[in-house]
């Protein structure tokens, strides 16, 4: 089995390399990992210097230290990062350099005994300056799944081959049984995008969720914009933002979010699960979160600053994705979030948004936190100004 | 074996952390390591939590990244590090916090078939802030050494149970067979630094290492101070800076050094070997450098810069130490260095100077590596400014 799990290692560092971030020579690569990644991050950091990569820099994630800090630290200490945590992500953006993220940093679940409002203020390791790095735009960057023992056993429990299992359905939505997945993932995207075209041109007021559990109301602004996980550099340097990815994704007007929420599938959240969320907006804002359990976590982080309780991203997914395919909760955010449609509480991607009157009003925060609102019954509906409801999405179709 | 493996990377961790470094809460952590070693740096994160760290920095060198740097970036790309390699060692300066290497960052050999002058160029996980650092003496540091199945590989080739018996000497060295490490590591310190307090008062002009090979003169400051591993902080915090240590150290005349040296043991710089060495002093300046195998790495770090070619320590080990005793040759810089006197080139220790006017005049560099003169074969005398001759050590034991 070893074997294969290398081999498999071997094609996605290349996929998400040569592909998802397309390095170029000489480009800083910060590589962002969990310690039980450790092969697959150093497959990917090898590649990257094979590719002429001038610096790799390696930031670890520890299931163990992350739970020895939030078990020991006290809290004004958890809050804490060093300046070089921010410097090591601020350098990328500087430099015009790559990013790659290899999720999850920590085993689902790892903290669950913990409390997890205090899990919840231990950005390690994140830094407050990710999103204002990706806003310059000028990183090619790609957040991908690495599986490890601990997660598969998560998704897959008491099965003896959960982890094989896992880099099978891994390998299958990163579409590495293509014979050449770049060329596999350029025609999806090509494909979304031409819906995200026409979303665009449709120029929506707002978009309407409705299914169980769900009666959410998200605005747009006149000028945002939707797009798949493929984009730009200010340099033109073309790279998928997620691999695996299927959404379309905007940025909505964080002042004018109404209704509530309940997320199809669980969260998870720096070692913490969430399970059963409802989340309840008034005027944009997060006035009311509850959950069946970790509820705490999402609230210590809604609480971390002025917009982290507003929304920063709406995302529609249709059932073409192979993630949704699989009918596995992956109990991991890139994952899920690819199966259903979703919002973001927290940081707005500045990218989405035409005009710069509307883009000085989208949302600003240190954080950026998926949660899955939409599965095949959640019906999606566009709003125009003039009131009139278009059909976006049925049972997971494209409806324009 | 597992299991007596991990409770002597607990004892281990526990000693660096609560004797060697003796951090203090609130205190922050440089944790540099290799991956190979990554259990025992999670050992000694988890113990600084504990024990009331603010935040542990993980800063970890993998054999597979350094080969691939070193096999695939431009001489100029290989020479880079990025700014927050720096500011990782400089904010513990500032903080006053503390720093644990554990050694050996590569496997002894890692990178023996690659361009040993393109290896010396690489200073990752290092940084020519670190000796800026300690010379701040705001800093409780300490090195260790850590096994790993390569390194014992290399020091036990083809014996079955060499990890086990690396280990076990290991445990030894550390006087981790005592009922009370700590509290064996002060009884040597304090046999140590009794003799470091006759051998400063003395105020020798220089000391005269003669041996087979070996006819070379080092020359002190008048204001030169010996002293153990053992020592403090501005702020008066006692830490031991390595562990083991044998070693009594002191800070040379950069331009008094002349004659030749044979190094009695193999050097292992950065994953390249050096053996047979042989360095030719004249006026303080290492004018001609050779060796059997690996002079090239060394050559490519004393052109570094104007000091990395001049002396910056001085030290004398007797037989007493554990080192010795084993007769094992480690190719690991920090044991051998204990088993043997040394000399090292580069940057000087400055709190082994008392007067300003020497210490201006201690060497300066961004290097420093330590290369062994002595075993007990080599006589040590002292050299008063008057000319006398004052045995220091003969077969390995003090004269005075």
């Given at each position: 089995m070893l074997p294969r799990v290398d081999e498999r290692q071997q094609r996605l560092a290349e996929l998400i390399v040569g592909y998802g971030v397309d390095l170029r020579q000489g480009q800083d690569l910060l590589l962002v990992s969990s310690t039980a990644n450790l092969e697959l991050a150093r497959a990917v950091g090898v590649e990257a210097y094979r590719r002429g990569a001038r610096f790799v820099d390696l930031m670890l994630g520890d299931d163990q230290l992350k739970r020895a800090r939030v078990q020991h630290a006290s809290e004004d200490d958890l809050r804490y990062l060093p300046p070089a945590q921010a410097e090591r992500y601020l350098h990328i953006g500087r430099e015009h350099g790559a990013r790659i993220s290899i999720q999850p940093?920590?085993?689902?679940?790892?903290?669950?005994?913990?409390?997890p409002a205090r899990a919840g203020l231990d950005g390690y390791p994140g830094s407050d300056a990710l999103h204002e790095v990706i806003n310059l735009r000028t990183t090619n960057w790609c957040v991908i799944p690495g599986p490890t023992p601990a997660w598969a056993e998560a998704v897959f429990?008491?099965?003896?081959d959960a982890y094989e299992k896992l880099w099978e359905q891994m390998a299958w939505v990163c579409r590495l049984?293509?014979?050449?997945p770049p060329a596999a993932w350029r025609e999806r995207m090509d494909a979304l995008d031409a819906v995200a075209k026409r979303l665009t041109e449709r120029r929506f007021d707002a978009v309407h969720f409705e299914g169980p559990g769900t009666d959410l109301t998200v605005g747009l602004f006149p000028s945002s914009l939707w797009r798949s996980a493929r984009t730009t550099t200010v340099d033109g340097h073309v790279y998928q933002a997620n691999l695996p990815s299927e959404e379309l994704t905007s940025t909505p007007d964080p002042l004018r979010v109404d209704g509530v929420v309940r997320s199809t599938k669980p969260l998870e959240l720096s070692g913490t699960l969430i399970e059963g969320l409802v989340v309840r907006f008034e005027g944009g804002r997060a006035v009311q979160i509850d959950a069946d359990r970790g509820a705490e976590a999402l609230r210590a982080n809604a609480a971390r600053?002025?917009?982290?309780?507003?929304?920063g991203e709406v995302a529609l997914v249709d059932r073409e994705g192979r993630i949704g395919q699989t009918?596995?909760?992956?109990?991991?955010t890139l994952l899920d979030e690819n199966a259903a449609s979703h919002v973001a509480l927290g940081s707005a991607?500045?990218?989405?948004?035409?005009e710069e009157s509307d883009r000085g009003r989208a949302n600003e925060s240190a954080i950026h936190i998926d949660f899955m609102i939409g599965s095949d019954e959640i019906s999606v509906t566009g709003v125009t100004t003039g009131g009139e409801r278009v059909p976006v999405l049925r049972d997971g179709t494209w409806q324009l």
């Open positions: 940093h920590f085993a689902p679940g790892a903290l669950s005994d913990l409390d429990p008491g099965e003896d049984d293509s014979a050449d600053d002025e917009g982290a309780s507003r929304l009918g596995t909760v992956f109990l991991n991607y500045l990218d989405l948004v035409e």
